[in-house]
């Protein structure tokens, strides 16, 4: 089994960065590839970015590409999401997901983090 535990949201100025990270128990983060998905007030959890288990594959929604980036450091249990030129529709809650592939589908996951709040002021 594995837990999640998501570091590094707050309060940011639009056009600000902020990074997120989620650190991982057990001893098989490795063998799982991670995503990161986000849930704003009465919308649907929808999908951000993932990466496979070697850190070698990176999927991005089309909404962030180029402004974020997913890695991991398997020797820490952590994975990062770096997110650049923020604006306001960023604002949700995030949550890392670790799961056995790399999928968009919230359903290809099989744990999940609690959340952490990331709002971004105009």
């Known amino acids: 089994q594995v837990q999640l535990v998501e570091f590094g949201g707050g309060l940011v100025q639009a056009g600000g960065s902020l990074r997120l990270s989620c650190a991982a128990s057990?001893?098989?983060?490795?063998?799982?590839?991670m995503g990161w998905f986000r849930q704003a007030p009465g919308k649907e959890r929808e999908f951000v970015a993932a990466?496979?288990?070697?850190?070698?594959?990176?999927y991005y929604a089309d909404f962030v590409k180029g402004r974020f980036t997913i890695s991991r450091d398997n020797a820490k249990n952590t994975v990062y999401l770096q997110m650049n030129s923020l604006n306001p529709e960023d604002t949700a809650v995030y949550y890392c997901?670790?799961?056995?592939?790399?999928?968009?589908?919230?359903?290809?996951?099989?744990?999940w983090g609690q959340g952490t709040q990331v709002t971004v002021s105009s």
């Open positions: 997901a670790a799961g056995e592939r790399s999928t968009q589908e919230t359903k290809g996951y099989d744990y």
């Open positions: 057990g001893r098989t983060f490795s063998s799982y590839a």
């Open positions: 990466i496979s288990w070697s850190g070698g594959v990176t």
